[in-house]
């Protein structure tokens, strides 16, 4: 690694007569030092390979979730119950259980890029029929496939971070990812909800399919082909690896943790789209779809999550999360929509950080076959989400929005107690990644 400084009076490099020489020197040294941080060694391969999983995450959840803000517009025009319309999040996380640890462990044989890239074009079609459905069952049916796509995007980016980035860089590479992917969950809503309101619903999927396939094409371009990747003897083989995840006892809690994360996202945000278009509120599917606003708190707080595990540890550090958590899902209690918004931006930025921290330590815990390993944490992930929507159904029924925020509070109280007594203490290892560095 490169000093920090170099001693007084050493011959500096110039930049730009590098450059106009035709050097190595990269463009990125240009930019202004930021005082404290070190810059990585390689800066612009780096930064290619961060924009390309950032758009991976990206593309994936602008779909998984962009039904959210006009499931009241939906349950108007199918004549469907709020619990009868919500079924189109539940199939599409089921889906998406049903196929990751296969994913990964077809992954582990064929490679990242590859599968990577080839999920992201199939995704365009069933995106693109979604809008086309004349029924509430077709919609189902293309939301079903819809979660077939999505494991080999996202569980797989995840296992090309683990494999390509050094340990050290690991967390701070999942950081990125996940911030594109709650940059996609807001804009899928967005998109979705303001189409909604100036066209019709039907075109907001269509413009999110073109939206996923101009992603495929420049992940396509700027994802660089695995180099670390070692591939499995077959799927026999990788199957056995990823059996072997399950007598892994820190992985078995990160995989409950991730339940539970989903779990509330599900009955967070599925439901409070009901309660916010309902009275007193009233709000339409353009303004609930600019809610998700919320989300892009965890674009800003996760790339700096790596220094905190560092500071704090890890385990101590998510129990405090989960806290902060508890008390933003709380504040969604207040009538008024001011300390609403304020709620659920703190229990997304709570949410989104709860994931990196478990996507990454899955990363660091699985030393092989790390491809099944994080499917098997997003069977988990997507398990929970899939019973968050159907519990969240219930609690909606019997006891509205208070019934859902009780709901989510218990399953946090459930994951903390996990973090407490199952993951392992101390400060992070050597191995584990060290304080985020500046991209």
């Given amino acids: 690694m490169a000093p920090r400084s170099h001693a007084a009076g050493a011959a500096q490099p110039r930049p730009v007569e590098d450059l106009a020489r035709g050097g190595k020197t990269s463009i990125d040294r240009l930019v202004l030092p930021v005082p404290g941080m070190r810059p990585p060694a390689r800066h612009r391969s780096l930064s290619t390979r961060q924009l390309a999983v950032g758009l991976?995450?990206?593309c994936a959840f602008i779909n998984l979730y962009s039904p959210q803000s006009i499931l009241?517009?939906?349950?108007?025009?199918?004549?469907?119950?709020?619990?009868?319309?919500?079924?189109?999040?539940?199939?599409?996380t089921l889906a998406v259980a049903a196929t990751a640890p296969f994913?990964?462990?077809?992954?582990?044989?064929?490679?990242?890029?590859?599968?990577?890239?080839?999920?992201?074009?199939?995704?365009t079609v069933?995106?693109?029929m979604v809008g086309l459905a004349s029924s509430l069952?077709?919609?189902?049916?293309?939301?079903?496939?819809?979660?077939?796509?999505?494991?080999?995007?996202f569980a797989v980016t995840v296992a090309y971070i683990g494999d390509e980035w050094p340990a050290r860089e690991a967390t701070t590479a999942a950081g990125i990812y996940s911030s594109g992917s709650s940059l996609g969950g807001f804009s899928g809503r967005l998109v979705t909800g303001l189409v909604a309101d100036l066209i019709g619903w039907r075109a907001g999927f269509m413009t999110l399919a073109g939206i996923t396939l101009a992603g495929a094409v420049a992940v396509a371009c700027l994802l660089p082909r695995e180099r670390k990747f070692v591939r499995s003897e077959g799927l026999v083989a990788s199957g056995r690896q990823m059996l072997s995840h399950l007598r892994d006892r820190q992985l078995l809690a990160t995989y409950a943790v991730g339940f539970g994360v989903l779990f509330n996202f599900i009955s967070t945000f599925t439901y409070v789209s009901f309660h916010l278009a309902a009275a007193p509120y009233g709000l339409s599917a353009g303004w609930l779809g600019a809610l998700f606003v919320v989300y892009l708190t965890g674009s800003v707080l996760t790339p700096w999550i790596g220094w905190a595990v560092g500071r704090f540890g890890r385990r101590r550090f998510m129990i405090a999360i989960?806290?902060?958590?508890?008390?933003?899902?709380?504040?969604?209690?207040?009538?008024?929509?001011?300390?609403?918004?304020?709620?659920?931006?703190?229990g997304a930025g709570c949410g989104l950080i709860c994931q990196a921290v478990s996507?990454?330590?899955?990363?660091?815990?699985?030393?092989?076959?790390?491809?099944?390993?994080?499917?098997?944490?997003?069977?988990?992930f997507y398990i929970g989400g899939s019973f968050g929507a159907a519990l969240g159904g219930v609690a909606w029924t019997f006891g509205r929005w208070p019934?859902?925020?009780?709901?989510?509070?218990?399953?946090?109280?459930?994951?903390?107690?996990?973090?407490?007594?199952a993951w392992a203490r101390g400060r992070p290892t050597a191995s584990e990644p060290p304080p985020i560095e500046a991209a």
């Fill in 72 to 92: 009241p517009l939906l349950s108007r025009e199918f004549s469907a119950t709020a619990a009868e319309v919500s079924t189109i999040i539940t199939v599409s």
């Fill in 137 to 153: 069952s077709e919609l189902i049916f293309w939301r079903v496939m819809q979660g077939l796509m999505l494991p080999p995007i």
């Fill in 103 to 123: 994913t990964g462990t077809v992954a582990d044989v064929l490679g990242r890029k590859r599968v990577i890239v080839a999920a992201m074009f199939a995704l």
């Fill in 403 to 421: 019934g859902c925020v009780a709901l989510v509070v218990a399953m946090l109280v459930i994951m903390a107690a996990i973090v407490h007594f």
């Fill in 56 to 58: 991976a995450g990206y």
């Fill in 126 to 128: 069933p995106t693109l």
């Fill in 322 to 346: 989960i806290a902060l958590w508890m008390l933003g899902i709380a504040l969604t209690l207040s009538p008024w929509l001011t300390l609403i918004i304020a709620g659920l931006a703190l």
């Fill in 359 to 380: 996507t990454s330590y899955v990363t660091i815990t699985a030393r092989a076959g790390r491809s099944s390993a994080v499917g098997l944490y997003v069977t988990s």
